[in-house]
C-alpha cells in the first residue's frame, strides 16, 4: 500500500493549491453545497408555496418545474446548464458557478416537496384560526404556519443537505475542481495508489456526511420531543 | 452568430441510432443492478434485523458507509481502485470482458442496495412484533417466519419507495459514462463533441429519461390507488 502518496498530496485533497493558486478540493466541495442549500432553500421555498397555492396560474408551474427537475438525473441538469448558458448569455460561465446553479435548481425541487409536505402536516386549525384572528392569507403563512412547518422540516433539510454534499461530486464532470476531480488529479500524477486515494476521498465524504445525518437524526428526537410535550 | 436550433440532425439517422443503443445500454445496465441490488438490500436487512452481533454491525456499517459517500467516488473507487483488492483470477476474469460494464452494475448495486435495506428494515418494522413470535412459536425457523410470513406482507407496503429507489437507480446509472460505459448520458455527450448540438442531444436524452420516469412514478400512483388505497394528493 502507498498511503504516503495519499499523506504527500493531503493538502492539495483538503484545499487544492490555495495560497499560490484557486480554491479547490475539500474546500470547494463545501461551498458548493453550502451555497447550494442557501440558494436551493429560497427557490425550493417559493416554489413549494407556489405548489400549494389554490391558484392554478401560480400551482401548475410549480408543478410542472417539479416533476420535470425530479424525473430527471441530477447530471442531464448540470450538463443542460453547462450548455444552456452559452446559448443565453452568448459566453460561457465558469465551470463552478455553471455546477453551483444546476444544483441549486435541482436540490430546490427537492426542497420545494419538503415545504409542501411540512406546510401540509399541520392541523388545518392553525390557518383557520389565524385567518380567523383576521390576518390575511399571506400574514397567516408567514407568521403562523411557516414558523412552525419550518421548524419542523429541519432535520428533512438536514437530509437534504447531505444528499447535495454528496452531489456536488458530479461538478467534477463539467470540470469543477472539487474533491473528487482533487482526487482523479492526484491519481493521474502518481498512478501508484488508485485505492488509497479513492478510499481517502470516502472517507472524507463519510466523515462529513456522516456527522450531519446523525445531527438530523438528533434534531428529529429534539423536536418529536419537543411536540409530544404539547399532547 | 445566433446559435441554429437543429434538432432534425440530433434524432435521425446515425445519431438516433447512437441515442437509441445508449438507451438500451442504461435499461440493461439499470435492469440488472435492479435485480441484484433487491437481492443484496433484503440480504442486509435481514442480517441487520438478525441477533448475532457481528452480522448486525456489519450489516449496519454497511448501510450508514454507502449511503454516506458519492456515487461517483464509488463508481471510481471499483473502476481504478478494485484492482489491488480483488483476487488476480477475478480481475483476469473481469478485464477478458467488459470491465467498465461491471463496475457500473457493481457500484449501482451495492449503492442502491444499501438504501432498498432502509425501505425493507422499515417495511418490516411496520409488521407487528406478534407475527414473528406466532410464526416461531408454530415452529418456524427465524429465515423460514421472514420468508414465508414476515417478508410477503412487508413487501406489499415497501413496494412504492422501493419503486422510487429503483428510478433513483435509472437516473443514477447517468454516472456511469464517468467511466466510458456508453449509456444515454455518453451518448449525449458523444454527439455534442460529433455536432456541437449539445443543447439539442441533452434535451432529447433528458425527455427520454422523464418518459422512464413519469412512465414509473405514475404507475405507483396506481398502485397506491387500487391495491394500497391510498389517495394520492
Known amino acids: ?29 463545501v461551498i458548493l453545497a453550502v451555497g447550494g442549500i442557501f440558494g436551493a432553500f429560497w427557490l425550493g421555498l417559493g416554489c413549494g408555496l407556489m405548489r400549494i397555492s389554490k391558484r392554478r396560474r401560480l400551482r401548475w408551474p410549480a408543478m410542472f418545474f417539479i416533476e420535470i427537475i425530479r424525473g430527471t438525473p441530477l447530471l442531464m441538469v448540470v450538463f443542460w446548464f453547462y450548455f444552456l448558458a452559452p446559448v443565453v448569455f452568448g459566453h460561457t460561465l465558469p465551470e463552478a458557478e455553471s455546477a453551483l446553479i444546476a444544483l441549486i435548481v435541482f436540490t430546490s425541487a427537492y426542497i420545494a416537496e419538503i415545504v409542501r409536505a411540512g406546510v401540509e402536516a399541520l392541523p388545518k386549525g392553525q390557518m383557520e384560526a389565524a385567518r380567523g384572528s383576521g390576518l390575511s392569507h399571506v400574514q397567516a403563512m ?5 414558523p412552525q412547518a419550518l421548524f419542523n422540516m429541519i432535520p428533512s433539510f438536514v437530509n437534504q443537505f447531505v444528499s447535495l454534499t454528496k452531489d456536488t461530486s458530479l461538478a467534477f464532470i463539467i470540470g469543477v475542481n472539487e474533491l473528487t476531480k482533487a482526487a482523479t488529479q492526484v491519481n493521474n500524477r502518481t498512478l501508484t495508489a488508485p485505492t488509497e486515494i479513492f478510499i481517502t476521498i470516502a472517507l472524507l465524504y463519510f466523515v462529513i456526511c456522516y456527522c450531519l445525518t446523525e445531527f438530523s437524526r438528533y434534531l428529529e428526537r429534539r423536536i418529536n420531543r419537543y411536540q409530544a410535550r404539547g399532547r | 452568430m445566433a446559435y441554429q436550433f437543429d434538432f432534425g440532425q440530433v434524432v435521425s439517422g446515425e445519431y438516433g ?8 445500454v442504461t435499461l440493461r445496465i439499470s435492469g440488472i443492478a435492479i435485480v441484484l441490488s433487491l437481492a443484496l438490500g433484503t440480504l442486509v436487512a435481514v442480517l441487520r434485523l438478525s441477533k448475532v452481533r457481528p452480522l448486525v454491525w456489519l450489516a449496519a456499517s454497511f ?25 488476480d483470477a477475478v480481475n483476469e476474469w473481469l478485464y477478458a470482458r467488459d470491465f467498465e460494464f461491471a463496475c457500473g452494475v457493481i457500484a449501482l448495486t451495492v449503492y442502491t442496495a444499501a438504501f432498498i435495506a432502509e ?22 425457523s427465524f429465515l423460514q417466519a421472514m420468508a414465508y410470513v414476515i417478508l410477503p406482507q412487508a413487501f406489499r407496503v415497501i413496494i412504492p419507495p422501493l419503486i422510487s429507489q429503483f428510478l433513483n437507480l435509472i437516473k443514477n446509472s447517468s454516472l456511469v459514462m464517468t467511466i466510458g460505459v456508453m449509456d444515454l448520458t455518453y451518448m449525449a455527450r458523444q454527439i455534442e463533441a460529433h455536432t456541437f448540438h449539445g443543447f439539442e442531444a441533452f434535451t432529447v436524452s433528458t425527455l427520454m429519461y422523464l418518459t422512464i420516469s413519469l412512465i414509473v412514478s405514475f404507475s405507483v400512483n396506481l398502485y397506491n390507488r387500487y391495491v394500497l388505497h391510498v389517495r394520492s394528493r
Open chain 1, 1 to 29: 500500500m502507498h498511503w504516503d502518496t495519499v499523506y504527500k498530496n493531503l493538502d492539495y485533497l483538503l484545499i487544492g493549491a490555495y495560497p499560490q493558486g484557486p480554491l479547490g478540493g475539500l474546500a470547494m466541495t
Open chain 1, 142 to 146: 408567514i407568521f403562523i404556519i411557516l
Open chain 2, 17 to 24: 441510432q447512437w441515442l437509441l443503443s445508449g438507451l438500451d
Open chain 2, 63 to 87: 448501510t450508514e458507509f454507502f449511503r454516506n459517500t458519492p456515487l461517483l467516488v464509488q463508481i471510481f473507487f471499483w473502476y481504478f481502485g478494485s484492482y489491488s483488492v480483488l483476487p
Open chain 2, 119 to 140: 425501505e425493507i428494515r422499515s417495511g418490516i418494522f411496520s409488521i407487528p412484533k406478534n407475527q414473528l413470535e406466532a410464526s416461531r412459536a408454530c415452529g418456524l
